[in-house]
T-cell receptor, first 109, second 113 residues
Framework: GQNIDQPTEMTATEGAIVQINCTYQ??????LFWYQQHAGEAPTFLSY??LDGLEEKGRFSSFLSRSKGYSYLLLKELQMKDSASYLC??????????WGAGTKLIIKP | DAGITQSPRHKVTETGTPVTLRCHQTENHRYMYWYRQDPGHGLRLIHYSYGVKDTDKGEVSDGYSVSRSKTEDFLLTLESATSSQTSVYFC????????????FGQGTRLTVV
């Protein structure tokens, strides 16, 4: 079967750094997405990795290791508005998106 | 951003009644999806479409049907609503990066009483 694992919930402090991990086992791999979802809203695109390595976009970075089936999303200089759920999704060999259950990130002052 | 809209945004319905949710996209995306999102389960695929009149089942398709008569419109029907179908429903279409980046509608909160 296909599976994506993320921690259910994480807590971090405003101004700090947090790393959200995602491991996957899928039928093939054609890319990995990270989405942000605020409570009561739709998911919105954050980042995309298809090759190994780090992709940086402002305060957010995403890392991929295809050999390990592993990715992480790194959030720096945390702000209260970063409180949200973060969804990891993998595109499989059929170009279908497989979704993780999401990680709820709580930011404390 | 892709233009994708859902209607209605909120609905309360009675058990046993049929319900249709509508999704409209303006980006000419070929693929469209219906998901439900429940606490602890994340996004679960109900049905998807890969073209006009071309649809297929997802992992939680029982009790749901879909139709796509035009590229821009994708309808989800609950044939006889049950309390277990109380959920938030998201429509999405894919395009953008590698043609697999998902763009979501605002969601429909459905309550079956």
């Amino acid at each position: 079967g296909q599976n994506i694992d993320q921690p259910t919930e994480m807590t971090a402090t405003e101004g700090a750094i947090v790393q959200i991990n995602c491991t996957y086992q899928t039928s093939g791999f054609n890319g990995l997405f990270w989405y942000q979802q605020h409570a009561g809203e739709a998911p919105t695109f954050l980042s995309y990795n298809v090759l190994d390595g780090l992709e940086e976009k402002g305060r957010f970075s995403s890392f991929l290791s295809r050999s390990k089936g592993y990715s992480y999303l790194l959030l720096k200089e945390l702000q209260m508005k970063d409180s949200a759920s973060y969804l990891c999704a993998v595109t499989d060999s059929n170009y279908q998106l497989i979704w993780g259950a999401g990680t709820k990130l709580i930011i404390k002052p | 951003d892709a233009g994708i809209t859902q209607s209605p945004r909120h609905k309360v319905t009675e058990t046993g009644t049929p319900v249709t949710l509508r999704c409209h996209q303006t980006e000419n995306h070929r693929y469209m999806y219906w998901y439900r999102q429940d606490p602890g389960h994340g996004l679960r695929l109900i049905h998807y479409s890969y073209g006009v009149k071309d649809t297929d089942k997802g992992e939680v398709s029982d009790g749901y049907s879909v139709s796509r008569s035009k590229t821009e419109d994708f309808l989800l029907t609950l044939e006889s609503a049950t309390s277990s179908q109380t959920s938030v429903y998201f429509c999405a279409s894919t395009g953008g990066i590698s043609d697999t980046e998902a763009f979501f509608g605002q969601g429909t909160r459905l309550t079956v009483v």
